[in-house]
Structure formats: C-alpha cells, structure tokens
C-alpha cells in the first residue's frame, strides 16, 4: 500500500491509541521492520542517552570554563584601562606652565604640600638635586594618554624576549 493510499484509509481504535503496527516507509519505522535488522533494546537506548547526556554535559562545562576565563581576563583588563583613565587625568590635572607635546617625556614632581607639577627637567638636570621629591618621568602620547618612562622600558624589553623565545621555538621544530 502506498503512504497516499495510508492516509486515505479509515483508521481503528487500536491506530487511534497508537497501538497499531507502523505502516510507513521502513526507513523511518521507530522500530525494526526486517528480521536482519538489529534488535533494539530498551536498555541499549537508556544507555545511549545517557552517554550523548555525559559527553554535551561535559562539553557545554568545558565551553562555560572557557567563557568565564575570558569574563574573568575582560573584567582584569575593564579594571587596569579604568585606572590607567584615573592614573591619566590626575596626571593632566598637575601644575604645568609650559605646553605640553605629545612624544615628549616629562618629569613629574611633588611639593610638600602634595601638590604635583610637571618639568622639562629632570633630577639629574638639578645643579643642586631637584627642589622637590621627584615622582617619576611620563611620556604623553598622541592619545593624551600618558606612559612612565621605566615601566614601558620594561614592557618592551619583555615582548622582546616573549617574541624571541617563540622565534626560537619554531625554529626549532623544523
């Protein structure tokens, strides 16, 4: 019987409480329709569900841990661009009476009274040492953002030998 002529046909109790035997392709029978077909067992399928249950449970954790590292490491990098915005503005809020270029370096220093203000000079450059206690040496970028002298130093010098050291490592392994 073809599955027009199926549809077509009057259906009986048994087809209405789904108890009848399927009458479709046999390709999308809910159970073997063939005594070569392999035998499907309850158990076998509570087992196969149980494991696809284990293996996207295990998978879906794994990508929520990736996800929360990188929540984590954006919220590290939110809190060092907000204090690098405060750390910036107290910077152009101090006493300066010259004006300032982006690319140059500049010394800052402070006054007893805590007052901050910037200099050309550097400590070095005082016949006598600096008049007041020296609070570091920025450079302003074109940004208006500013970068200490020592800590970018140092930055470099690292990302130097991070790229080295990787340089090394692929080379290697030729």
């Not at 599955?3 to 479709?24: F, V």
Request: net charge negative.
């Amino acid at each position: 019987m073809s599955d027009q002529q199926d549809n077509n046909r009057p259906r009986d109790e048994k087809e209405d409480k789904g108890l009848a035997p399927y009458r479709g392709p046999e390709r999308s029978a809910p159970y073997p329709t063939s005594r070569m077909a392999p035998a499907f067992d309850l158990v076998d399928m509570a087992r196969e569900i149980e494991e696809a249950d284990r293996l996207i449970g295990t998978s879906v954790g794994g990508k929520l841990q990736v996800i929360a590292e990188q929540v984590r490491q954006l919220r590290q990098q939110a809190h060092e661009v907000l204090d690098n915005a405060h750390r910036d503005q107290e910077l152009h809020r101090a006493r300066c009476n010259f004006r300032r270029i982006p690319g140059h370096t500049y010394h800052l220093y402070r006054r007893p009274d805590g007052e901050t203000y910037f200099s050309m000079l550097a400590p070095e450059d005082w016949r006598d040492g600096p008049p007041h206690e020296y609070a570091g040496s920025w450079r302003l970028e074109a940004d208006q953002s500013w970068t200490e002298v020592g800590k970018e130093d140092e930055e470099q010098q690292q990302n130097r030998a991070d790229q080295q050291a990787l340089l090394t490592a692929l080379l290697e392994k030729r």
